[in-house]
T-cell receptor
Framework: DAKTTQPNSMESNEEEPVHLPCNHS???????IHWYRQLPSQGPEYVIH???SNVNNRMASLAIAEDRKSSTLILHRATLRDAAVYYC?????????????FGPGTSLSVIP | GAGVSQSPSNKVTEKGKDVELRCDPI?????LYWYRQSLGQGLEFLIY????????KSGLPSDRFSAERTGGSVSTLTIQRTQQEDSAVYLC??????????????FGPGTRLTVL
């Protein structure tokens, strides 16, 4: 299965931008890149996804490298509520679209 | 509209007992997933259902674990002869379509299982 690697943890100051990296060097051409986050004591929630082009939504931006072997989730202005574990996931036919495998993710701490 | 719901929210049981965990997916969602999350760990895939197809049970950790989905809606995860290592939060998720790489999963709040 194609896998992703992320740093175990990161810190950010409140109201500053945060760049969360993800490496997926074995990504296939049909794999979508998804990001979820899990707030303390809650189930994961969808953040954003993309295939080739950069994506923006109300929560975050996703920057995808030209070779697609890495991506970066960008939180433009971190708030205390953004403290969570962020998961970078690949979804495609080779990894079975429906069998979503979560890695350990990146634990983001936001410092007031 | 209503999100994914799970019941009970907490379950404490004695070692060796059977437990049933319930998941009500979002109405109209054809795919349903079960995950397990042990304390301080990531999510472990258990099983998923898609429409009327046979479920992918490849993530179930032992034959003590089983799941069914009745009428393409509600799902029940059953753990027989519970062991202390079964203690975890069991999360259910559903999504609108299957076989597509971009469909969003919606997660329930989870059931916290404690086996004494």
């Amino acid at each position: 299965d194609a896998k992703t690697t992320q740093p175990n943890s990161m810190e950010s100051n409140e109201e500053e931008p945060v760049h969360l990296p993800c490496n997926h060097s074995t990504i296939s051409g049909t794999d979508y890149i998804h990001w979820y986050r899990q707030l303390p004591s809650q189930g994961p929630e969808y953040v954003i996804h993309g295939l080739t082009s950069n994506v923006n939504n109300r929560m975050a931006s996703l920057a995808i490298a030209e070779d697609r072997k890495s991506s970066t989730l960008i939180l433009h202005r971190a708030t205390l509520r953004d403290a969570a574990v962020y998961y970078c996931i690949l979804r495609g036919w080779e990894t079975s679209y429906d069998k979503v495998i979560f890695g350990p993710g990146t634990s983001l701490s936001v410092i007031p | 509209g209503a999100g994914v719901s799970q019941s009970p929210s907490n379950k404490v049981t004695e070692k060796g007992k059977d437990v049933e965990l319930r998941c009500d997916p979002i109405s109209g969602h054809t795919a349903l997933y079960w995950y397990r999350q042990s304390l301080g760990q990531g999510l472990e895939f258990l099983i998923y259902f898609q429409g009327n197809s046979a479920p992918d049970k490849s993530g179930l950790p032992s034959d003590r674990f089983s799941a069914e989905r009745t009428g393409g809606s509600v799902s029940t995860l059953t753990i027989q002869r519970t062991q202390q290592e079964d203690s975890a939060v069991y999360l259910c998720a559903s999504s609108l379509e299957t076989g597509l790489g971009y469909n969003e999963q919606f997660f329930g709040p989870g059931t916290r299982l404690t086996v004494l």
